[in-house]
């Protein structure tokens, strides 16, 4: 059975329009899959209105006590209802979930260094047989990146890592393909012509690509990602637009 894991990002969840045009999408894709979820732009939006400040460091969230109820309040609550809804009523059987409900995502507090992240989580564990259980009965799980200690801790964890873990547990059971969603049409030649997408990315071409410095900054860590779950086992991993779930830039073996 083919099913694809796709990871969405929370400025998708916000706009209405959007959120509507990417659920029409879905609900003709054909096949299974699981929505993985952010929702940082619904969490700072909140943090503003309670008066809680958005503290960051390098692009990423910094999880204070006040903080995680915010995100446990935007992610696995009204944004990840918000998806969960707007499939229900194109006749999808979404499945809301966070990473703790029935243990789908456990994780462990990430250790202080030269930064206290705060109640941040580093993905340990994927309960498979959960999904696996939805997936089978026609349920489409939606998952929200609010993972779990062992010790009963809440913990906010970086989207991507809960949909790369959570196609990597998956891949023991499917034919997985991993699909991250942004802001272009894909893995784009050059950035400002949305025309020159890369259909298919080798091992081969893309360190030839490298080191012509034709793909370099943000793409780099999010392709060698991809290659990290190829090796863990996962069939694919597409990087596209959420406007075209089955186009953009497909990473290979």
């Known amino acids: 059975m083919k099913i694809k894991v796709i990871k969405i990002g929370g400025k998708l969840i916000e706009n209405n329009t959007i959120l509507a045009s990417l659920c029409d999408h879905l609900s003709t894709l054909g096949e299974a899959f699981v929505l993985v979820h952010g ?3 619904m969490g700072s939006q909140l943090a503003t209105k309670l008066g809680v400040e958005v503290k960051m460091h390098e692009g990423r969230r910094i999880t204070d006590a006040a903080t995680l109820e915010i995100a446990v309040m935007a992610y696995a609550g009204l944004a990840n209802k918000r998806v969960v809804a707007a499939l229900q009523a194109r006749g999808v059987n ?9 243990a789908v995502v456990k994780s462990h507090r990430r250790p202080v260094k030269d930064i206290d992240w705060g109640f941040v989580g580093d993905v340990d564990e994927v309960n498979a047989d959960v999904l696996s259980l939805l ?6 799980p939606v998952v929200s990146p609010i993972t779990f200690s062992p010790a009963g801790e809440l913990l906010n964890t970086n989207a991507d890592s809960v949909a790369s873990a959570v ?3 998956l891949a023991s059971k499917y034919d997985v393909e991993l699909v991250f969603t942004l802001d272009k049409a ?9 025309s020159s997408v890369i259909p298919t990315i080798t091992p081969a071409l893309y360190a030839d690509l490298r080191s012509k410095e034709q793909i370099h900054s943000g793409m780099i ?6 290659y990290k779950t190829i090796e863990a086992g996962v069939g694919s991993v597409r990087i596209t637009s959420p406007n075209n779930l089955t186009g953009g830039t ?3 073996k």
Do not use: E, F, H, R
């Open 39 to 41: 929702g940082g732009v």
């Open 94 to 102: 979404a499945c809301g979930l966070s990473g703790c409900d029935m």
């Open 135 to 140: 997936l089978d009965n026609g349920a489409i």
């Open 167 to 169: 196609a990597m547990g």
């Open 186 to 194: 894909g893995v784009l030649l050059d950035v400002n012509d949305d």
């Open 221 to 226: 860590p999010k392709i060698d990602n991809a």
């Open 250 to 252: 497909v990473v290979v």
